[in-house]
């Protein structure tokens, strides 16, 4: 027999973690570590494509987004632009911008992961990485975060743990050893998700998208239940009562911050789980749509194709 706070705490610890589950549906794939080092003056451009993360080690910068919005970025900060839109960084007065990856592939090798641009001014100096979310079929995982992430230094969230994985991740970069790959892509794994869960609490709710929504309390204790009981039929007054609102204003409080509405989520989300459970060996439409919940097979596929934009048998095919 446990003690009683043993017991709580094994309880605690076996409770859903949201974010971890969210995603454990949108795999990382790192692609490759490198270091910058820019002298005023000097901007580049980074075109659609690849996720980016940055840890400034010295100096600063300025961020644009893809809708033109500028952040100032200090020593010591993180910045993460994981939607892969396409953005600028500059030294914040500098317009003419150098294309990053032309710069790449005329400055990096194998034995050099260095990006030099820029005058003879002031410096500021990177470590950089490029991933991307292998997301082809949740899309809307990735589409609801944020085009920038900030992490400030003087959030203190970063307490270190920052410089400390850069550190070790341009080490396994530049000394080739058995399982190096492999090491840089857990690397990357785990400062991408740092970066994530510091966002949450930094935000408490008020960034928009699941992201956002996770940081608010009424609204992340809806979402659990969601992602406890994900083939329950809850309803709208049920999601109300867990998160301890009137049902009108937890219905407009989740669209507010998730971006969807309460039912219109949970069916999103049990079709997303419908999709890992027709990727199994031996899965059946029809076994898949009782277990998630639905009446019908007719209805799961129409619902099915309709996120998904292919059939339920088509689902191991597109792995």
Known sequence: MHAPSSKNAIMLA??????????????LHGEIVFTVELRQPWALRFHPGAA?????????LTVVNDQGHALQVATGDLIMLPRGLGHGLSDGECATEADLAALMAAQVTAEKLNVSHGGGGQQTKLIAGAFRF????VPW??????????????????????????????KEAQDVYPGASI????????????????????????????LGALGDARISRALKAIH???????????????????RSGFAARFTALVKEAPLA?????????ALG????????????????????????SRAFKAQFGFAPMNAKSTT
């Open 52 to 60: 980016y993360f940055f840890i400034v080690l010295e100096g600063g």
């Open 277 to 300: 459970l027709m990727r199994q060996p031996d899965a059946k439409v029809g076994s898949v749509a009782r277990q998630v919940g639905y009446d019908s097979e007719a209805a799961f």
């Open 14 to 27: 076996s409770r859903v973690d949201l974010l971890s589950q969210i995603l454990a549906m949108v795999s």
């Open 228 to 246: 406890d009981k994900p083939y329950r039929r809850w309803t709208v007054l049920d999601l109300a009562r867990v998160a301890g609102l009137s």
């Open 134 to 137: 292998e997301s082809a079929s």
């Open 141 to 170: 995982l990735v589409s609801a975060l944020p085009s920038v992430i900030h992490i400030p230094k003087a959030s203190g969230e970063t307490a270190g743990w920052a410089e400390g994985l850069g550190y070790f991740m341009m």
């Open 183 to 210: 090491m840089i892509s857990r690397l990357i794994d785990v400062l991408v998700i740092s970066i994530l869960r510091s966002w949450v609490r930094i935000e408490r709710g008020g960034n928009v998208g699941w």
């Open 265 to 273: 989520y949970h069916s999103r989300w049990r079709l997303t789980l």
